[in-house]
């Protein structure tokens, strides 16, 4: 955290110092906009004193200031996060994340790049330790293919981490290959876990996942593969690895059973998955509002 800290301007770092950052999930930085936050679930604008509703005493930073945070947390070097940035992001340390939003730099049509930044969106990772406990006898008493379901910042990837955290518990123990493609689950720093994961865990970072899918099973001959964020790009691969034998928890954008059923690779999903699991964010991140089968049958525990 004192990472970021560094890289905020003071106003804004020592206001955020002020607040409990265990209840903080989103810091929005908008040039000649009031500085916004998420915090514990609410919105609301940052004065110099803290939180508040008022925005006439909240802190309004300048396009420049909004992007020397963005070259302060590149460590002055842009260029060496330029993959990122063209997926319109930023992962600079421990698992938090930048949105970026500005004009794209646009090469043989592709973005490559993204300039004249003019608002950043900075997530909290949070870990839960035991959010998907009490689930276990559900989910990994046998292992079964789990996909995690909830709208953005709904904590799919809190009860994800910890879902592989609690594996480690289970009888059979198994070996669990993270793809973290964002850096968010393990939020490693120079190759080191920031979130304890257990002892039987492997972490790919910020590698596209179909390099994770196609060489889980020849180099790190995993049990279980991990993965957030699955995308209709990513349902082929997933299929063939359930097919071999291998165990998958994942997680996707949505908040309905109608919501997975109208996605039109339903049928390949439904031929993958044998549980869903329907986060509710109202209170809290990695809140279960229910546990289904395959045929969408709520379990009871």
């Known amino acids: 955290m004192q990472r970021l800290f560094n890289v905020l301007p003071d106003k804004v770092s020592k206001s955020i110092q002020s607040l409990n950052v265990n209840c903080l999930q989103e810091i929005r930085l908008r040039a000649d906009k009031p500085v916004s936050v998420l915090y514990h679930f609410n919105k609301y604008f940052l004065s110099q004193y803290g939180v508040t509703q008022k925005q006439d005493d909240a802190i309004v930073l300048c396009q420049k200031q909004v992007q020397d945070v963005l070259v302060k947390a590149c460590q002055h ?31 043989d049509d592709k973005v490559t790049s993204i300039k004249d930044v003019f608002s950043l969106n900075i997530r909290f990772p949070h870990e839960i330790k035991g959010c998907s406990k009490k689930f276990a006898k559900l989910l990994l008493c046998p292992l079964q293919n789990v996909l995690i379901i909830s709208p953005p910042g709904g904590g799919k990837t809190t009860f994800l981490r910890d879902l592989v955290l609690q594996s480690f518990f289970c009888e059979a123990k198994p070996t669990v290959l993270v793809s973290d493609e964002r850096n968010e689950l393990a939020g490693c720093v120079d190759g080191v876990c920031q979130f304890d994961m257990g002892c039987f865990c492997d972490v790919i970072s910020l590698a596209p996942k179909h390099f994770a899918f196609k060489n889980s099973l020849r180099t790190m001959t995993p049990d279980v593969l991990a993965c957030d964020e699955i995308s209709n790009e990513d349902i082929s691969f997933l299929y063939d690895l359930s097919k071999n034998g291998i165990k998958l928890f994942c997680t996707m954008h949505g908040q309905t059973v109608n919501d997975i059923k109208q996605n039109c690779h339903f049928e390949v999903i439904n031929h993958i998955f044998d549980r869903y699991v329907f986060l509710n964010n109202a209170t809290n991140a990695g809140v279960v509002a229910g546990v289904f089968d395959k045929f969408f049958n709520r379990l009871d525990l």
């Open 77 to 107: 070097s842009v260029h060496t996060f330029s993959d990122q940035l063209s997926q319109g992001f930023l992962m600079p340390f421990g698992g938090v994340r930048i949105g970026v939003c500005g004009t794209a730099v646009v090469n």
